[in-house]
């Protein structure tokens, strides 16, 4: 079946560090790769997203790009604030598991310190 | 628009309490889901739906109950609450057009204690 892995957490960071969060997938055919973003007491918000390979979402400064020869989106800002800190969820659809659902990974903590 | 609402935000039950938990949405979408988080898990799918009058069970369906009477409206019921039912979850829904340009926008989740 379908599959996500992310790094584990939580990444601490300083406040203008560099972040790379990374994300692997597992699935056949081409599915669309997502990053969901949740602050704290809040529910998910999509972040961005890329339909096909070699895509490249962005958004509020942070970008991932579609890599189907190495099967991953890996999640990069280059200069994270405080504001920053949250829960980031790697997610695909498609594959597997059709385009009625999102097949998650299991989160990364991301701490921003000033 | 509203979006997609979940009620109730907080809710504690007994073991063996049964509980509805509502979601809407208000963007006339076919797909609508129910996920549960729980701490270092991710979201895991517990059922779906890709129309009125159509569900299915996700990875870990035992335990809940849904049905989809209308477009609009996606309970997902417990019917004997158990202390592993202590979550949070989110309902999400979605087009049923636009294959893998499709977007899935998520409720604000509700939050169950099962003591």
């Known amino acids: 079946g379908d599959s996500v892995t992310q790094m584990e957490g939580p990444v601490t960071l300083s406040e203008e560090a560099f972040l790379t969060i990374n994300c692997t997938y597992t699935a056949t055919g081409y599915p669309s790769l997502f990053w969901y973003v949740q602050y704290p007491g809040e529910g998910l918000q999509l972040l961005l997203k890329?339909?096909?390979?070699?895509d490249k979402g962005s958004n509020k400064g942070f970008e991932a790009t579609y890599r189907k020869e190495t099967t991953s989106f890996h999640l990069e800002k280059g200069s994270v604030q405080v504001s920053d800190s949250a829960v980031y969820f790697c997610a695909l659809l498609g594959g597997n598991s059709g385009y009625s659902t999102l097949t998650f990974g299991k989160g990364t903590m991301l701490l921003v310190s000033p | 628009n509203a979006g997609v609402t979940q009620t109730p935000k907080f809710q504690v039950l007994k073991t063996g309490q049964s509980m509805t938990l509502q979601c809407a949405q208000d963007m006339n979408h076919e797909y609508m889901s129910w996920y549960r988080q729980d701490p270092g898990m991710g979201l895991r799918l517990i059922h779906y739906?890709?129309?009125?009058?159509?569900?299915d069970q996700g990875e870990v369906p035992n335990g809940y109950n849904v049905s989809r009477s209308t477009t609009e409206d996606f309970p997902l019921r417990l019917l004997s609450a158990a202390p592993s039912q202590t979550s949070v979850y989110f309902c999400?829904?979605?087009?049923?057009?636009?294959?893998?340009?499709?977007?899935?926008?998520f409720g604000p989740g509700t939050r169950l204690l099962v003591l």
């Open positions: 890329a339909t096909k390979a070699d």
């Open positions: 999400a829904s979605s087009a049923s057009g636009g294959g893998p340009r499709k977007t899935q926008y």
């Open positions: 739906s890709v129309g009125a009058g159509i569900t």
